[in-house]
């Protein structure tokens, strides 16, 4: 009898990689990683991985033959990932090999941010702002002309808020799509979809919140979390900040607006997450990722607070398993995230272990590699690390987290 294997269509490497390719070493099965570059992947994912195959991720039809080439030795029994980027050829290839997964159609919606407007705007209308895509300059202007400025304008795919910008004026619009030109593949090697969506200036306080389904279950609410965002003042996003679990009233009111969304959508298995905002008591839908929430939000933060880690569930349900929520503790938990001072070459965190000392602390990360040039942050790609710290409520941990980022002592060299 052949050994059951899941299959990982590449990982994010902060976190949700390692964690569900170790739980999934942990129950019994052999682990694939198939991926583009090897030497992404640091010896603490590549230790619980039995078979790390090299392919092009981005086509299906690679990762199709690498896996009939795979199962004339193992039966693969699952097939995921935790990339962001991979999430369309992890569903294909599932779909193909007749295992748990969302229809690829389905993901694509999600994955295409102006496709998932046009979803929303069928499905329920009132959780989108007014939005256009804009092929041109003169859409743009067009938009300009019926919104106002300020607005946002963002590609169709990516992620990390990376080009994600508020225009300001007609100048700055101007430069956006200027810039748009000289955009280039996205970071797994895969072009940016056509044109840029535009989207009305939304204000309010912003959410994520976090749904798990196995295959033919119910859609479980995990938890929603408040999420702080700086840089807006430059005209960019970034998520430096974020807190779990949101107040038991704000989580019950997203998880009443768009759970409904979600189950129309047609998403049937696995994680989603959903970037929100309550506006004057109103949900407003930003983004809708069909994956576990990355950031080592869902690798780390969840697990502290309710003693589950969803890392783990998807592994389950991709393998067809029931879904096993059952959180046995209630704890708040928050995460601040660190970035350069100014742009140059990441020489360390000076002070880990001091900071890793204070009461609270769950953790001290260094995300970025040393010795390697990195810009001041204009997205989430320009964080160095993170702080994790618990307490007895979200509140008070993010106060705790925001306290100890300030201390940070970030070395930089010319």
């Known amino acids: 009898m052949k050994a059951n294997y899941i299959v990982f ?110 979803a929303l705007g069928r499905i329920a209308p009132q959780l989108n702002p007014a939005y256009a895509l804009a092929l041109t300059f003169a859409d743009a202007q067009c938009f300009a002309r019926a919104i106002g400025f300020p607005f946002i304008a963002k590609p169709l795919t990516g992620n990390d808020s990376l080009h994600v910008k508020q225009i300001n004026d007609d100048s700055a619009l101007r430069a956006y799509f200027d810039a748009r030109q000289r955009w280039e593949r996205d970071a797994s090697g895969q072009d940016f979809a056509p044109g840029v969506l535009l989207e009305e200036t939304i204000g309010g306080a912003e959410y994520c919140l976090d749904l798990l389904r196995a295959r033919a279950g119910e859609l479980i609410p995990v938890g929603a979390f408040l999420k702080k965002i700086s840089g807006e003042d430059a005209g960019c996003f970034i998520k430096i900040g974020a807190c779990f679990p949101a107040t038991g009233h704000d989580t019950e009111r997203l998880v009443d607006a768009i759970a409904p969304v979600v189950d129309a959508l047609g998403f049937e298995v696995g994680a989603i997450n959903i970037d929100c905002k309550i506006v004057d008591g109103q949900v407003r839908i930003l983004e809708m990722n069909p994956r576990l929430v990355g950031d080592q939000m869902g690798s780390h933060m969840i697990e502290i607070a309710t003693g589950r880690n969803p890392a783990h569930a998807i592994v389950d349900v991709a393998c067809g398993l029931p879904l096993r929520w059952a959180p046995t503790r209630s704890r708040g938990v928050a995460i601040y995230r660190l970035t350069m001072p100014r742009s140059g070459y990441f020489d360390g965190i000076a002070n880990v272990a001091e900071l890793e000392q204070h009461n609270g602390v769950e953790a001290v990360h260094q995300l970025a590699n040393e010795r390697s040039w990195v810009d001041a942050a204009e997205s989430n790609q320009g964080v160095v690390g993170s702080i994790i710290v618990s307490h007895a409520c979200a509140d008070d941990a993010m106060t705790l987290a925001t306290r100890l980022a300030r201390q940070a002592q970030i070395r930089v060299r010319d």
């Open 9 to 118: 269509v590449e990982a994010s490497t902060t976190g949700a990689g390692e964690i569900a390719c170790a739980y999934a070493k942990q129950t019994g099965l052999g682990v694939v990683l198939m991926c583009g570059e090897a030497k992404r992947y640091s010896k603490r994912i590549r230790q619980y991985c039995d078979v790390v195959v090299h392919v092009d991720t981005t086509c299906t039809a690679s990762l199709i033959a690498c896996a009939e080439n795979i199962a004339r030795d193992f039966a693969i029994v699952g097939v995921t990932t935790t990339s962001d980027f991979h999430v369309v050829q992890a569903a294909e290839l599932a779909a193909y090999l007749g295992l748990p997964g969302n229809r690829p159609v389905v993901v694509e919606t999600l994955r295409n941010k102006f496709r998932m407007r046009e």
